[in-house]
């Protein structure tokens, strides 16, 4: 057994037994009926081995792990124009806050928070169907994932569709100040569906194996984008991608990383490895609690932390 593996095994062992497991989201209904005890945490790293521990095979709702990909098909689509339509700074803010765009003109602080997700997602379905935009974001995790059986939880996407009020109430102030172009029920229509994509830990981690690699999956050879790029989208998400809980994730993990409230966390050691980490209990910023702790655990183990 190699260290990785070791390490994997280990930390999953400790995670399971560890009583202190944070809140499942439940404002998105379908979400709350998920086992707080699940645990499941894979890693792949540059040669393609991949250590898996706990619950790796079992899938669950990626949620706001899905902006991450949004992103890196809006800047495929419209590049550097984007940056008109939201900013890339932390926003210091819960991620479902309103109260920054009434003073920032309705442009979002960052792709991160929803705001900001909602006005990328409404640049992917430009001068398309909402079914067709759907289709291309989908396709497009399949891609990066290299697995064709990724699909969207239609019962979390109704779920969020019938409770989204505050998600509403973003896309109709954004869209006041002509942020948001399409009618706003297409574009939280697809909102709602590609934060419903399921996926397991094992697909999750190699989805991100393009961040992890300067733009290119090395198991498929494919280049997703310019090395440039995926540093680009690695430092957003080391600096947005847990919210008003970013400095406390760089403070501790020292990785770029993505959480999604359920439970699940990507992050990206730049040459070294592609990490996904589910455990469905959040802490007071929305970011499970479990996930980072494995993986303050795993990055100290390994000396993977970027600083
Ligand atoms: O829009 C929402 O509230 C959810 N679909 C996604 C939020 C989320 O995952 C926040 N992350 N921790």
Redesign the pocket.
Known sequence: MTELERAVREISEEMRQRPDRGEVASY?PELARVDPQAFGLVVIDADGNVAAGGDSDVAFSI??ISKVFTLTLALGTVGDRLWRRVGREPSGSP??SIVQLEREQGVPRNPFI?AGAIAVTDVILSGHQPREALGEILRFMQFVADDSSIAIDEAVAAS?QRT?FR?SALANYMKSFGVIENPVAYTLGVY?HH?AIAMTCRQLAKAGRFLAHSGRNPATGHLVVQPERARRINAIMLTCGH?DGSGEFAYRVGLPGK????GGILAVAPGKASIAVWSPGLDAA??SHLGRIALEALTRRMGWSIF
Do not use: R
């Open positions: 998105i949620q706001s991620f479902n929803n969020e989204g998600n709602f934060c919210y959480s999604g409230v359920g929305g970011n």
